[in-house]
């Protein structure tokens, strides 16, 4: 069951000058982490942006269909604010608000009206699903920005959580990340996958092979090769792949 | 040889702590005079009663005046600069059009006041017959703070990394609520420094006020928006160069002491919250 | 997953949240199209009150006679004797304000530089009138003792107006010499270099610019500057070409607070007043122009 899914989905920058996606077709599944590869400047970011419609803010032109469970949300009725509440999102850089834990992971909650006496509670909850609850407990109240990089990291994923999204995007989440603190969060991803819907871009093979379950390949712009993701390590089909993934990609 | 660029050395060195020091005592000379000086003219009297003749009376009225105008400037300035700034930095496509439009805030930021004090006089006072009024003061004062103003706030609202921006977007926030939650909520202590430092100019302007606001001599406060306000500045300038006697010049002295006091207090207020700001922003 | 249906709940009223964004977007939009308008209403209404008098072509521009009871309106000395007093105060301006940029930036040591830096900061909008009210009550009273003359003077008018120049030209040429690349000034300093070669051979250079910028920058200032300049620079009933700093002289802004008092309604006068407040607006936005584009190019490169 596919919750997901692009149809001849075209991305162009700056006037179109920039042609950043080129036909892209896929069908991402519900409750699997699927891992976007492919070299820099490939279009993975890219891609992952037109899943909640945050290319718009660039400037990016999207041409075809992205329809999630069942619907497109480039028809000109569907509401970007339900749809990122639907769709949340983790950086590349952890970015934090300039608040308080409490605040940054009630920030979504308040926005979208939920009352005041639920807010402990879900603030718990999600810093408890992000693994961060025990660290963070007894420091509510002081500001985010003096948390490690990985705690910050897992104060996103918790902010991300506690506006109840379906489907999550991650874009490089560890790479400004040390190894423990990576390891905590690859964890945490195959935790989450029972609850949600995960969308991971990363650098590193040895990573996507940990934790995902679909892999897809990119170059170019153009979707070269996706499936499972054993398959598409152990048994690539396409020349291409098999030149990234080994390394020989000159 | 060596020995000829060490001395070269040290002479470059003096001299730069000389330039430094030229600097200091250049404000310290001022303003101690200032003080100096005018600390003989204060008094409850001084301060609370209002002025008579040339060289005689209080300074009270003036004092109010400046503050109203500083007030009705800021009324007028404030919303139309900081939603200016708002809609240029957040709303406004960046093309031709907006960049046309900040090349000339940008320019107009650095106006002579006079050229402004000037405009006030012939359409504010004399075109729409608003007078030589508190309104015709305040309002110029507006036009002279207002690119300034936007430039400010332009300027706080940028330095909000747009990280932050799109995190909140991404969690369903609309655009005024992410404008509003996290962008302006970083970025007031440096609009508000900005405001402040405006409001700093606002006080210590002559040229403006003596063409459009009042004569600076005035011994009643305004009852209405339409009355002339004196102003400490304005007063300062007419004792400086009409009074002949002793107490007069006293009586400028006292002004400018209290007029430099309300400038400081507004401008290190500014300059505190921005160094606050800067350090918030650069992550502490 | 309870507080998730709850949310959606909020969809209705979400429907006039969106309206209510339209509405704020358009209110941002009326207020900074108004504040744009009356920016640029001022200009405009400036040049068509100023046009009477630009009429005079040549008269006007190159008329060597100021003098309103007759009629006569040549801005030339005026414009002449403002970029003597503007240049000269650049000129003492520069020779304290860079060394004590060069200072602040790369010598001072720390606590030293918390007590100089305010006190710049402090001095950039320090009311004219005040430093004008000293000029006349210390600087020109000691000018005449010293040197004879009237005091109220050119030289007079070059202190007062240094003094309101220099924080303009420190703190901008400090920010340009901040932002030279440590990697210049430490590939230098390995080479042996001391630390005054560095900056003189590697970090001015660099900073070029941008302290170039911050004269222009100060010169703006400097030719706008009134209350302070009014008051030390004794203003003679008709302007002349002055022939030592000793002499009183009278300036585009000087005139223009003067000559506003009694200038009469609808005259040439009025005119030519408005078209002087143009000049020294065409001249002050050029040099801030200037100065904007080199500072950019500056951070650009
Ligand atoms: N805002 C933008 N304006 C113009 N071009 C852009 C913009 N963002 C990305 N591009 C271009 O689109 C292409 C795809 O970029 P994208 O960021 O999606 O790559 P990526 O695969 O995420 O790379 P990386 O692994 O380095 O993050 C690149 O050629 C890039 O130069
Ligand atoms: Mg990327």
Request: net charge neutral; charged share 15%; hydrophobic share 50%.
């Amino acid at each position: 069951m596919s919750t997901i899914e692009t149809r001849e989905l075209n991305v162009y920058y700056g006037d179109e000058k920039v042609h950043a996606l080129k036909n892209v077709e896929i069908k991402i599944e519900k409750n699997k982490v699927t891992a976007l590869i492919g070299p820099s400047g490939c279009g993975k970011t890219t891609f992952l942006r037109s899943l909640n419609r945050l290319n718009e803010l660039l400037g990016a032109t999207t041409k075809g269909k992205v329809i999630i469970d069942g619907k497109d949300i480039y028809d000109g009725k569907e509401d970007v604010i339900q749809l990122r509440k639907r769709v949340g999102m983790v950086f590349q850089h952890p970015n934090p608000f300039p608040m308080s834990i409490y605040d940054n992971v009630a920030y979504g909650p308040r926005i979208h009206g939920v009352k005041k006496k639920e807010l402990n509670g879900l603030v718990e909850e999600s810093l408890r699903k992000a693994a961060l609850w025990d660290e963070v407990k007894d420091r509510m109240q002081e500001i985010a920005l003096k948390f490690s990089g990985g705690q910050q990291q897992r104060l996103c994923i918790a902010r991300a959580l506690a506006v109840n999204p379906e489907i999550i995007l991650f874009d490089e989440p560890c790479s400004a990340l040390d190894p423990v603190s990576t390891a905590k969060i690859e964890a945490l991803l195959r935790e989450l996958k029972h609850e949600y819907t995960i969308v991971i871009v990363t650098h590193n093979m040895q990573q996507a092979a940990r934790v995902s379950d679909f892999t897809a390949f990119f170059l170019m712009g153009e979707l070269i090769e996706f499936g499972e993701t054993k398959e598409l390590f152990e048994r690539p089909r396409d020349k291409r792949t098999e030149d990234y993934i080994t390394g020989r990609f000159g | 040889m060596t020995g000829n660029k060490k001395i070269t050395e040290k002479l470059v060195m003096i001299g730069m702590y000389v330039a430094a020091f030229i600097t200091v005592a250049a404000l310290f000379t001022v303003v101690g005079y200032v003080y100096v000086k005018g600390i003989g003219a204060i008094s409850l009297d001084f301060l609370l009663d209002y002025p008579y003749r040339l060289e005689f009376g209080g300074i009270f009225p003036q004092i109010v005046g400046t503050i109203y105008l500083a007030a009705v400037c800021l009324l007028f300035a404030v919303p139309l600069g900081v939603a200016s700034a708002i809609y240029l930095s957040e709303y406004a496509p960046d093309n031709m059009i907006t960049g046309t439009v900040r090349f000339f805030v940008e320019c107009l930021a650095g106006i002579p006041s006079i050229v402004i004090g000037l405009f006030g006089l012939i359409f504010l006072v004399h075109y729409l017959g608003l007078g030589i009024s508190l309104l015709s003061g305040g309002l110029t004062l507006g036009f002279m703070i207002l690119p300034w103003t936007i430039r400010a706030s332009e300027e706080a609202i940028k330095a909000v990394p747009g990280s932050y921006r799109e995190a909140s977007l991404a969690l369903g926030a609309s655009k005024w609520q992410t404008i509003r939650n996290v962008v302006l909520k970083n970025a007031y202590p440096g609009i508000i420094s900005g405001i402040l430092l405006g409001c700093g100019k606002a006080i210590g302007d002559t040229a403006i006020v003596l063409f459009t606001a009042g004569s600076g001599l005035e011994w009643f406060l305004p009852m209405a928006i339409t009355d002339p306000v004196g102003s400490l500045t304005v007063y300062t300038y007419i004792l400086a160069t009409q009074a002949h006697t002793e107490a007069g010049i006293l009586r400028a002295f006292g002004a400018s002491l209290v007029l430099l006091t309300m400038f400081f207090m507004v401008t290190v207020t500014a300059l505190y919250l921005r160094n606050r700001y800067v350090r918030r922003m650069s992550g502490w | 997953m309870g507080v998730l249906e709850r949310v959606r709940i909020f969809k209705f009223w979400k429907m006039g949240e969106s309206i209510k964004e339209r509405l704020i977007e358009k209110l941002l939009f009326l207020l900074s199209l108004s504040s744009i308008l009356i920016v640029f209403f001022i200009i405009v209404f400036m040049l068509k009150e100023g046009l009477p008098a630009f009429a005079l072509g040549g008269e006007f521009f190159f008329g060597m006679t100021w003098h309103p009871a007759t009629n006569q309106f040549g801005i030339l000395i005026l414009v002449l004797c403002t970029f003597i007093v503007g240049i000269g105060a650049l000129v003492l301006a520069t020779i304290i304000g860079i060394p004590t940029a060069v200072f602040l930036a790369e010598f001072s040591p720390e606590w030293l530089r918390n007590i100089i830096k305010p006190c710049v900061e402090m001095l950039v909008g320090i009311p004219s009138v005040v430093i004008g009210f000293f000029g006349l009550m210390v600087l020109v009273i000691f000018i005449r003792d010293t040197f004879g003359g009237w005091g109220e003077s050119i030289l007079a008018g070059w202190i007062i107006l240094a003094i309101m120049t220099l924080p303009h030209v420190i703190s901008i040429s400090e920010d340009a010499i901040r932002a030279v690349p440590k990697a210049y000034k430490e590939a230098s300093l390995a080479l042996g270099a001391t630390h005054l070669q560095t900056v003189t051979r590697v970090i001015l250079p660099n900073a070029r610019s941008g302290i170039l910028a911050s004269l222009i920058l100060g010169m703006g200032n400097a030719v706008g500057e009134t209350m302070a300049v009014l008051m030390v620079i004794g203003n003679p009933e008709i302007p002349f070409i002055p022939e030592s700093v000793l002499e009183p002289v009278r300036v585009l802004t000087s005139t223009i607070v003067i000559e506003a008092a009694y200038m009469i309604w609808g005259s040439t006068h009025q005119h030519a007043l408005i078209a002087l407040g143009v000049v020294l607006f065409v001249i002050v936005a050029l040099l801030n122009a200037i100065t904007t584009v080199m500072i950019r190019k500056g951070m650009v490169k």
